[in-house]
């Protein structure tokens, strides 16, 4: 290549892309040094011999980051506190980018570095997360993206490439999907997934990983008791967690009981349809029970605005702009509804299904009295009197009935 790079850093994995990278700038950089930095957002059993690995692809060194807790407490909670879903999705690759992509700035900047590297596709979304991230917090720094520039087409090229230099790698091409893991989720995609008229398999030895099928999950039902502050699950069946532990927790718990599985064609922000299956055991039941406290703790007009809002804050986040005005300015929105979202949440897992078993809140804006069908304590005229709603309906439906009069002289 014809820039002058002495130093690169390389978002590293230890996965085939991110592997076969290293040699491939040293090789078309002046044999330039590689940095590596690997962070850990969850999938700590894919760190082991990781740095032996990046040394033996010609790596100078490796960063290994533990950023679990500013992943969880930065970027999972505020996203959860929205409710935010792209199609369903609960976002597990598309979060994770920002914070492992910021502490690969400051990493760059410390080893005054002359440009960030990272092993996305230019057919995928993580190309855009990255570097919309490096442009906000870094804009002066270059960003190198092999698979936009090199003459390798496909990953069967890739094993090929890593093969001839010897590369150790930890798939082979009967296995090659493509995996992402972290706390919150595990992603799959390739192979059979491209077909969507093909059936994930899920009753595989060594598809799922983070639980099991709900048919292979136990007959008995499991319940588990989640407390929330200001929106913020902080404690599970009555003891304090934090944020990292509850997640391992709930993910240990949830894909026992075949929580969490979802298989989908979403819609790629470059344009493309693609078909991915992904496991988010623990962030499914911590959706679904902020959803159930939420139910009882939010007025009617924001529930339902902050439901308007969540889709577009998904958007966000799901293209890789975390690092905007307007994110920032949904967060201050949302944090001020989750004022009053305190309680506990009873659910009941069971073969897949999460079941409500109660819920309770001192912000609660449910009524027994009013809601109930009976008489109240406090005598019916006092707590909801049904005659009022004569006046409300022939003044809700005044334009249907206009409408229908003049309607039917013009007839």
């Not at 505020?78 to 792209?86: E, F, R, V």
């Not at 979060?95 to 005054?112: D, M, Q, S, W």
Request: proline letters at 4%.
């Amino acid at each position: 290549m014809s820039e002058k790079i002495k130093k690169v850093v390389l978002a590293y994995s230890g996965g085939l892309d991110t592997s076969i990278i290293i040699p491939w700038l040293r090789e078309n950089y002046g044999n330039c040094e590689v940095i590596c930095m690997a962070a850990n957002v969850g999938q700590d059993a894919e760190l082991e011999g990781l740095e032996e690995r990046a040394l033996a692809a010609g790596a100078s060194k490796l960063y290994i980051e533990d950023v679990q807790d500013e992943f969880v407490n930065d970027f999972i909670f505020p996203t959860l506190k929205m409710g935010a879903k792209y199609e369903g999705y609960l976002l597990g690759t598309s979060f994770a980018r920002p914070v492992i992509a910021k502490r690969l700035v400051e990493i760059a900047r410390t080893e005054n570095a002359d440009a960030i590297c990272h092993g996305c596709t230019g057919k995928g979304n993580d190309q855009v997360r990255f570097e919309l991230t490096v442009m906000a917090l870094a804009p002066e720094m270059k960003i190198i993206a092999p698979w936009r520039i090199w003459d390798i087409k496909s990953r069967e090229q890739a094993i090929e490439y890593a093969e001839a230099r010897g590369i150790p790698l930890k798939i082979n091409r009967e296995t090659n999907y493509s995996k992402d893991m972290n706390l919150w989720h595990l992603s799959h995609e390739g192979l059979d997934l491209e077909d969507p008229a093909s059936e994930p398999l899920y009753n595989k030895d060594g598809f799922l990983e983070l639980g099991v099928s709900p048919e292979n999950a136990p007959d008995k039902a499991v319940y588990i008791t989640l407390g929330f502050e200001a929106g913020i699950p902080v404690s599970l069946d009555g003891e304090r967690i934090d944020g990292v532990e509850l997640i391992k927790s709930l993910n240990k718990t949830g894909g026992a009981n075949g929580i969490g599985l979802y298989d989908v064609v979403e819609n790629r922000l470059v344009g493309m349809k693609s078909r991915g299956v992904y496991e988010t055991p623990g962030g499914t039941i911590l959706y679904h029970a902020h959803e159930v406290l939420e139910s009882i703790c939010l007025d009617k007009e924001t529930q339902h605005y902050k439901a308007m809002m969540a889709l577009k804050y998904a958007e966000l986040v799901y293209n890789g702009q975390w690092y905007t005005p307007l994110r920032e300015a949904m967060d201050a929105f949302v944090n001020k509804t989750q004022e009053v979202v305190t309680g506990e949440v009873k659910l009941k897992l069971y073969k897949g299904n999460i079941i409500n078993a109660g819920v309770t809140s001192p912000y609660s804006l449910y009524s027994e009295e009013i809601a109930s069908f009976g008489e109240t304590e406090y005598g019916q005229k006092d707590a909801y009197n049904q005659k009022d709603a004569e006046g409300f309906i022939n003044l809700f439906g005044l334009p249907i009935k206009v409408k229908a009069i003049l309607d039917s002289r013009g007839e």
